[in-house]
């Protein structure tokens, strides 16, 4: 690899030299061909630097290369962009909910999801759980739920969810809205063989030997969701493409924490999926830079550094940084100050901020730099604290689903940026205890109850603070009857799994007779009696389309 050319390199080369350009690492030796042409450029290039400065002459460079890609112009990828949304605010699509309605039951689930973990460690239960994975990722799920997750009665066949498993209590909160669990169950949570009485308890993570008629596929955190979910896509393409079911109306979502990517198998079969082009996958990873121990990347970037890997795998990346409050601060940004404090500001300096105030984020965040200090001189406290991350903006998240829908060739996978705790309160929210965190007190309860606004009063949760209530505010509520209306136009409820399947009638007899009759006067050797027996059932009309020989190295 030669040394990049520097500054005081000449603009103009001789005819004969082969100009060393290096991008991205990649050295690509071409010639020059028109010297003259070549100083034209490099002059003008130089001359916009001195007029416009670096941020514009970085901007035209990026619009270059995004024309260049339009134009087909083979040239390396960009590994990594901006610490920035990576859908423009004006190529967002109208959204089709109702916003508020959506709002509201989704902070029905929050508390109950919550609820039923806290309510799990009374005493004399105490069987732990988790509260804040569902919290960060909620907005992610309901998006799904609501506008993409296509059940078994799809016309075409319905999706494949694997669920973060950690945030299993949010979906059996959901489930409680929909009336398909109640709170004889709910309180079953982590009691599966304890908890008597009719449906027993819950597991606490998706596990369809642990709830059959529920879990469709079993996930947490080591690798098994993102390793599962390529294998079903590409299973999809699979039956698809051998004429045995149509699947081009199917998709597969896996939601996954950030730090459960750091596990090898959650990124072992990425270039897998990238190869065969299976753009029926999604992955979804709630990035709320936090894990077991404390931050994902501290001192580093864990949404960048997971851009950078899943472009060079070969995947379509969407990233859902920040919501829709930033956008007027992006788009008064003239000079690319805020851009430039997002792109050098660590994990670890996001999570002190979500950890004390908007005044301790004015300071020490736009405070860094007297031009994005300038920038929200006219907002309170309180409007930078209601500063959103992407991940729970509907509009953002609405809009990165529906371009990975659209998108073709590849797979995606969408970096969401969310706060680990969101709405459980100060004692919560970017908090690096908060993933250990199984309970909360009264005056937590009240705080929470304030956030999401639910009808429950003190007198009830003085009574008992050990077992608050659930809510649910009746299936006549125009928040349960939207709901419902919406799982019921996508096919039915999720998650959901089949246990029933139509059974197939090969006739085996002829098979096993012929490798029954061995070889002459020997005994048949094992691989020419499977041979035979395998060769038989390929010309079964049940079952001979559905075999895929595959010879081991023996």
Same mark, same amino acid.
């Given at each position: 690899?030669?040394?990049?050319?520097?500054?005081?390199?000449?603009?103009?080369?001789?005819?004969?030299?082969?100009?060393?350009?290096?991008?991205?690492?990649?050295?690509?030796?071409?010639?020059?061909?028109?010297?003259?042409?070549?100083?034209?450029?490099?002059?003008?290039?130089?001359?916009?630097?001195?007029?416009?400065?670096?941020?514009?002459?970085?901007?035209?460079?990026?619009?270059?290369?995004?024309r260049a890609n339009e134009k087909h112009v083979s040239i390396p990828a960009l590994t990594s962009t901006d610490y920035v949304n990576t859908i423009p605010t004006e190529n967002e699509p109208w959204f089709p909910g109702d916003e508020d309605l959506e709002r509201?039951?989704?902070?029905?689930?929050?508390?109950?999801?919550?609820?039923?973990?806290?309510?799990?460690?009374?005493?004399?239960?105490?069987?732990?759980?988790? =509260?804040?994975?569902?919290?960060?990722?909620?907005?992610?799920?309901?998006?799904?739920?609501?506008?993409?997750?296509?059940?078994?009665?799809?016309?075409?066949?319905?999706?494949?969810?694997?669920?973060?498993?950690?945030?299993?209590?949010?979906?059996?909160?959901?489930?409680?809205?929909?009336?398909?669990?109640?709170?004889h169950r709910l309180d079953g949570f982590r009691q599966e063989h304890s908890h008597a009485g009719l449906g027993g308890g819950l597991p606490s993570y998706p596990h369809p030997h642990l709830f059959p008629e529920f879990w469709e596929f079993p996930t947490v955190?080591?690798?098994?969701?993102?390793?599962?979910?390529?294998?079903?896509?590409?299973?999809?393409?699979?039956?698809?493409?051998?004429?045995?079911?149509?699947?081009?109306?199917?998709?597969?979502?896996?939601?996954?924490?950030?730090?459960?990517?750091?596990?090898?198998?959650?990124?072992?079969?990425?270039?897998?999926?990238?190869?065969?082009?299976?753009?029926?996958?999604?992955?979804?990873?709630?990035?709320?830079?936090?894990?077991?121990?404390?931050? $994902?990347?501290?001192?580093?970037?864990?949404?960048?550094?997971?851009?950078?890997?899943?472009?060079?795998?070969?995947?379509?990346? =969407?990233? $859902?940084?920040?919501?829709?409050?930033?956008?007027?601060?992006?788009?008064?940004?003239?000079?690319?100050?805020?851009?430039?404090?997002?792109?050098?500001?660590?994990?670890?300096?996001?999570?002190?901020?979500?950890?004390?105030?908007?005044?301790?984020?004015?300071?020490?965040?736009?405070?860094?730099?007297?031009?994005?200090?300038?920038?929200?001189?006219?907002?309170?406290?309180?409007?930078?604290?209601?500063?959103?991350?992407?991940?729970?903006?509907?509009?953002?998240?609405?809009?990165?689903?529906?371009?990975?829908?659209?998108?073709?060739?590849?797979?995606?996978?969408?970096?969401?940026?969310?706060?680990?705790?969101?709405?459980?309160?100060?004692?919560?929210?970017?908090?690096?205890?908060?993933?250990?965190?199984?309970?909360?007190?009264?005056?937590?309860?009240?705080?929470?109850?304030?956030?999401?606004?639910?009808?429950?009063?003190?007198?009830?949760?003085?009574?008992?603070?050990?077992?608050?209530?659930?809510?649910?505010?009746?299936?006549?509520?125009?928040?349960?009857?939207?709901?419902?209306?919406?799982?019921?136009?996508?096919?039915?409820?999720?998650?959901?799994?089949?246990?029933?399947?139509?059974?197939?009638?090969?006739?085996?007899?002829?098979?096993?007779?012929?490798?029954?009759?061995?070889?002459?006067?020997?005994?048949?050797?094992?691989?020419?009696?499977? $041979?035979?027996?395998?060769?038989?059932?390929?010309?079964?009309?049940?079952?001979?389309?559905?075999?895929?020989? =595959?010879?081991?190295?023996?």
């Amino acid at each position: 690899m030669t040394d990049q050319l520097d500054q005081s390199t000449p603009t103009t080369e001789t005819a004969n030299n082969r100009v060393r350009v290096i991008r991205e690492g990649v050295a690509s030796y071409l010639p020059d061909i028109d010297p003259e042409e070549t100083g034209e450029w490099l002059d003008s290039f130089d001359q916009l630097l001195t007029a416009a400065g670096p941020a514009r002459a970085r901007y035209l460079l990026l619009r270059m290369l995004e024309r260049a890609n339009e134009k087909h112009v083979s040239i390396p990828a960009l590994t990594s962009t901006d610490y920035v949304n990576t859908i423009p605010t004006e190529n967002e699509p109208w959204f089709p909910g109702d916003e508020d309605l959506e709002r509201k039951f989704r902070q029905f689930i929050r508390w109950n999801a919550a609820i039923m973990v806290h309510r799990a460690q009374r005493p004399g239960v105490g069987v732990g759980g988790h =509260i804040s994975t569902y919290a960060s990722s909620a907005s992610l799920y309901e998006v799904g739920f609501n506008h993409f997750f296509r059940g078994k009665e799809h016309p075409g066949g319905g999706d494949q969810i694997f669920i973060q498993g950690h945030a299993s209590p949010g979906i059996y909160a959901r489930a409680f809205l929909e009336g398909r669990i109640d709170t004889h169950r709910l309180d079953g949570f982590r009691q599966e063989h304890s908890h008597a009485g009719l449906g027993g308890g819950l597991p606490s993570y998706p596990h369809p030997h642990l709830f059959p008629e529920f879990w469709e596929f079993p996930t947490v955190s080591m690798g098994l969701g993102p390793m599962n979910a390529i294998y079903q896509a590409r299973f999809n393409h699979y039956l698809h493409d051998r004429g045995i079911k149509d699947t081009s109306d199917q998709h597969v979502w896996a939601f996954l924490g950030d730090g459960e990517m750091d596990e090898p198998e959650s990124r072992a079969y990425a270039s897998l999926a990238a190869l065969e082009g299976l753009d029926n996958l999604t992955f979804v990873v709630n990035c709320n830079l936090q894990r077991l121990d404390g931050p $994902v990347r501290g001192n580093g970037k864990i949404i960048q550094e997971l851009e950078s890997y899943f472009r060079g795998a070969g995947w379509n990346v =969407i990233k $859902v940084v920040w919501g829709r409050e930033w956008d007027a601060l992006l788009h008064a940004d003239r000079d690319g100050a805020l851009v430039n404090l997002m792109n050098t500001t660590p994990d670890g300096d996001y999570q002190t901020y979500k950890a004390n105030d908007g005044a301790f984020v004015r300071e020490h965040f736009f405070g860094r730099d007297p031009r994005t200090k300038d920038l929200v001189k006219n907002l309170t406290d309180q409007q930078i604290w209601n500063l959103k991350r992407g991940g729970h903006d509907y509009r953002k998240v609405y809009a990165a689903y529906a371009k990975a829908m659209a998108h073709k060739g590849q797979p995606t996978v969408i970096l969401a940026k969310t706060i680990k705790g969101y709405t459980l309160g100060k004692h919560f929210e970017g908090r690096n205890a908060t993933h250990q965190m199984k309970k909360l007190t009264l005056d937590d309860l009240k705080d929470f109850r304030d956030s999401t606004r639910i009808p429950i009063t003190d007198a009830q949760l003085e009574e008992n603070p050990y077992l608050p209530p659930y809510y649910h505010p009746g299936p006549d509520a125009p928040e349960i009857k939207y709901m419902l209306d919406r799982r019921k136009s996508l096919g039915g409820f999720l998650p959901s799994r089949r246990t029933t399947a139509k059974p197939l009638h090969p006739d085996v007899s002829r098979a096993l007779k012929t490798a029954g009759k061995g070889s002459g006067k020997q005994h048949v050797a094992t691989t020419m009696a499977l $041979v035979r027996i395998f060769k038989d059932l390929l010309r079964d009309k049940e079952i001979g389309h559905r075999i895929v020989p =595959i010879i081991p190295d023996e």
